[in-house]
């Protein structure tokens, strides 16, 4: 697919240079870069996901292993 997209002249001069070292087209880095930006984004859908379905409820954690977790920050020395 063609598309047409306006940079600025300094995003765009980065670019060219980065293709250039790369050896690849302009359309294949720039393929590249929106690819990996889409897989962040959905990275952060996930974890969007993910936070929604923690915060529903409140953790809860047992009170014997509460109180063995202080424990053991004692004997650590930070």
């Known amino acids: 697919m063609k ?3 306006s940079l600025p002249d300094d995003l765009f ?3 060219e240079a980065t293709a250039r070292r790369l050896r ?3 359309s294949e880095l720039y393929a590249k870069a929106i690819s990996e930006f889409l897989k962040g984004q959905q990275g952060n859908s996930i974890t969007e996901r993910l936070n929604d379905l923690y915060s529903r409820s409140t ?3 047992d009170s ?3 109180r063995a ?3 053991s920050l004692d004997k650590d020395a930070w």
Request: aromatic share 0%.
């Open 3 to 5: 598309t047409a997209v």
């Open 13 to 15: 001069r980065m670019a």
């Open 24 to 26: 690849v087209s302009r």
């Open 59 to 61: 953790a809860k954690v």
């Open 64 to 66: 014997g292993l509460h």
């Open 69 to 71: 977790q202080l424990k």
